[in-house]
């Protein structure tokens, strides 16, 4: 998947389309059904329409959930599934929404394409394929120019933001984008600032233009926006006259919740220049509020480079609080290699009855890379036993990484 590790239901409210402004599932079937079919390749045709009439016939989630994971083991009838997979992608089930990421993803490029792209038709598509270029990011490059007309000429917010959105799923963001949307951080729709200022995060220091306005949200912002944009300046970094630590000090001791964590985002992004803050970090790793916990052990260990302290806390809190185990095993994932210490508690995660906690754990070890390749076998074994299809396929995809040249 590639992403910011963020959720986003802001998005999924923006997003939702309904069925009929789209080619139907069952046109996309019926048109699969006149392709010419080789032989053995029937029955998954088969099997992916039964799963396809699940996903738009049924109203229990939990079933349709079970179908969509199981369209993981077709990769190849893509075209047969991949608008109501699309659907998905901003479906406002965040479950759905992480079976549909995962699987675009493995497609890659090919996914989009069997959307049709055609941006300058109708809207609703539009936002569609937007989401899906999200969901794969690198490899979608010849979709830019695209995005980055809208971003020219439309004033639609709908449109901007599916636009920026789009972009932020690439690993450097786009730099080209930034003069275009600096007049969104203006906007009196909070989501389209938002979105604008996602995209700064993901360009980091070729946005520093975007730096004056960024500055003026800090200090006269509601605490949304201010949360977002000291992120932002951290990602900018260094900024010309504004000093970045003393405000991300000021933000970890905000009243609500949410600027205090964008405050220590933020601090770990400076990295070792926010030393003065690290006290501070400290006293907060060891509180009584579990998500500022997380949030600032990772920003301890960004500070100090002390991944032992920090992936301890970590440990501690996704074992003994399971309201925190999802945040905790999403943070673990963070520390990538430094976060071999945790890997015991990951493969027992891995094998855990509920399949959120599965997926969740095996990202964290793939994340880890190398050293989770001693524990190739355990892995084998979750692969082997589970019979949750994208469970299946995570571990997969962990045991093809150990083949790759970097993993030796």
């Known amino acids: 998947m590639s992403s910011l590790r963020l959720a986003f239901p802001t998005i999924l409210a923006l997003l939702t389309i309904a069925a009929a402004s789209l080619p139907t599932a069952n046109a996309a079937v019926a ?33 349709r959930a079970e179908a969509a994971a199981k369209l993981a083991n077709y990769p190849e009838q893509y075209e047969q599934y991949v608008y109501v997979l699309a659907e998905l992608l901003v479906d406002r089930d965040r479950v759905l ?3 549909a990421t995962r699987i675009f993803s493995r497609l890659g490029k090919k996914g989009v394409a069997a959307l049709n792209p055609d941006f300058t038709g109708d809207p609703e598509k539009t936002r569609l394929v937007c989401s899906a270029i999200h969901a794969i990011g690198d490899g ?14 439309s004033d639609d917010r709908f449109q901007r933001v599916a636009a920026t959105y789009a972009l932020t799923g690439f690993t450097q963001g786009n730099p080209e984008a930034i003069d275009l949307i600096l007049g969104d951080l203006d906007n009196s729709d909070m989501n389209v600032t938002l979105f604008a200022m996602r995209l700064i995060i993901k360009t980091g220091p070729n946005a520093k233009q975007a730096a004056p306005k960024l500055i003026e949200l800090f200090e006269n912002g509601v605490p949304s926006q201010r949360g977002y944009a000291i992120w932002s300046l951290a990602a900018v970094s260094p900024v010309e006259n504004f000093d970045a630590v003393a405000a991300t000090q000021k933000m970890l001791n905000r009243f609500t919740v949410s600027e205090r964590e964008r405050g220590l985002i933020a601090a770990g992004l ?8 690290v006290e501070k970090v400290k006293e907060m790793m060891a509180g009584k509020n579990t998500n500022i916990e997380g949030h600032a052990a990772v920003t301890y260990w960004q500070i100090t480079g002390d991944a032992e302290t920090a992936i301890q806390r970590l440990i501690e809190l996704t074992e003994n609080d399971l309201y925190y185990e999802i945040n905790g095993l999403k943070l673990i994932a963070q ?15 891995s094998q855990a009855g509920d399949s959120t ?5 095996l990202d964290a ?22 019979r949750d299809d994208l469970v299946q396929l ?6 093809e990484s150990f083949e790759l040249p970097n993993s030796q």
Request: proline share 6%; net charge negative.
């Open 31 to 63: 048109a699969m059904g006149r392709a010419p079919v080789q032989e053995g390749q029937i029955n998954a045709q088969e099997n992916v329409a039964e799963i396809v009439k699940t996903l738009t016939d049924s109203r229990d989630k939990y079933a």
């Open 97 to 99: 929404n992480d079976i």
């Open 140 to 153: 979608c490059e010849e979709y830019i120019p695209d995005l980055l007309k809208i971003l020219k000429t």
């Open 270 to 277: 400076l990295g070792e220049a926010a030393q003065p803050a």
């Open 335 to 349: 520390m990538g290699p430094a976060a071999e210490p945790a890997i015991e508690l990951l493969l027992r995660k």
């Open 357 to 361: 906690i599965q997926l969740l754990a």
């Open 365 to 386: 070890l793939k994340a880890i890379g190398p050293a989770a390749a001693k524990h190739r076998e355990a892995i084998e074994k979750i692969k082997d036993s589970t």
């Open 394 to 399: 995570a571990a997969t995809e962990i045991l």
